[in-house]
């Protein structure tokens, strides 16, 4: 994958690639920064005064979130020539945009970890930290960042335009609009915290929660096309179904962050009935399309890439149960009135993250090594499947731990000390704290082992299976003709 360019003849795939070798960088980075507060949690003077936990943890999010959307431009400028038939409309500026934002990304890291903080003035604002959480970053990088997603949109726009317009596609533009127009809600403040919290939710959960799930189904979409030879109406069906729950549950689920900053009491229940509402679609068009799939005979029963259809797979029920059950288990009011701001939030963060969106992008990874070593036939190697379990069994681990450190502070913190002081420290110290914490810690670098073994897959996966496909062409020449024939 990060090899010189062979079988991509389009410009717009191979900066497709320049973004997925930067957003398995920033993976690692994200693995890294959260290992590290992780051990923090358990030894708090681990590398104390050099990068405190607060840094740590701002790293580990932002990593994330970045990495993902470098992946998630990287699939878009992927799919785009397939998808339109042409190549992409302005690349020249494509390519000048993804420079500006690495550059930008790095000296904003070196800010985090060299400087750190700042003195809360107007100075520090534009220069470190924002002060926001999960949206840290100075505010020359956020203007720097709408910029370039600007930038995204119009090759998008105008390559979608003047080509082939799909119903994938179309959709496609609707949400990257939307997701170009929320961040824009975390660029201001107000003096009212409660109305501060409100804007900040928009990103947090509109840009996050819903603009991104009606990106997967469309990337899960064009994915089982690949992979299976979907058929496409049955898959563009259920992504205008995600669109429309966008919508129709995707704005009022987002009431289930208003139940403790002051808006009307009317969003407990509309926000916990509708959040639950948003993996349905994804769920539905997996299953539709799996069902259709099976009736199919012969060579279209094939899948031709078998990493990249597992990961879709982990993304399917890994959304439904991290975003879905975990994310549903927490956010009823009544139950939220004890779980908020326990590590029950952590648990469903992990979990959904992983199953909605990283394994998407994963499984988008290896489309791409397919596409660039021209592979015929994608098959699980020793790596790849060391890759997707320890992946797989160190987030569900996590999950699990940090479920059962969030259940032992809701007892304790909550219910039986009423959320006071003395109730944090005891809930911090119980031995199902330390233990859960320190299970987490274990499946951190369960995770971290999955990683390695994932980043050595996408490496040597398409020279591998590029040269057993070439080898077992020349033994099918060279042999004789009814040997061949039968071959």
Known sequence: MLSKYSEVKWESQKLAINYFRVAIILFLANLLFGLLAAIQYLYPNFLFEIIDFSINRTLHINALVVWLLYAMIGAVYWMLPEETGIETVGIGLGKLLFYILT????????VFLLIQVGAGDIKSIWLINEGREYLEAPRWADIGIVVVVLGFLAN???????????????VLMFDL???AGLYLAGMFFTKNISMDQFWWWWVIHLWVEATWEVYVAAVVGWGLIKTLGANRKIVEMWIWIELAMLF???ILGLGHHYFWIGTPEYWWEIGALFSALEPVPLIGMFVHVIYDWGKQAGKQHEINNKPAFAWFVVNTFGNFLGAGVWGFMHTLPQINIYTHGTQWTPAHGHLAFYGAYAAILIGMMYIVVQGKYGIRQMRFTAAGKWGISLLTIGLIGMTMALTIAGYQQSMIERAEFGS??????AAQNSHWMLQAMGWRLAMGVVTMLGFVFLFKDLLTIGPKLKAEEAAGSTA????PAGAAATA
């Not at 099918?476 to 042999?479: Q, Y």
């Open 103 to 110: 550059a930008a990304i790095a000296v904003v890291v070196l």
């Open 156 to 170: 998008v726009f105008l390559t979608a335009f003047k080509g082939r317009r799909t119903g994938i596609l179309t």
């Open 177 to 179: 609009l939307a997701l």
């Open 248 to 250: 129709g549950s995707g």
């Open 420 to 425: 006071t002081w003395a109730g944090y420290f």
């Open 476 to 479: 099918n020449a060279n042999a």
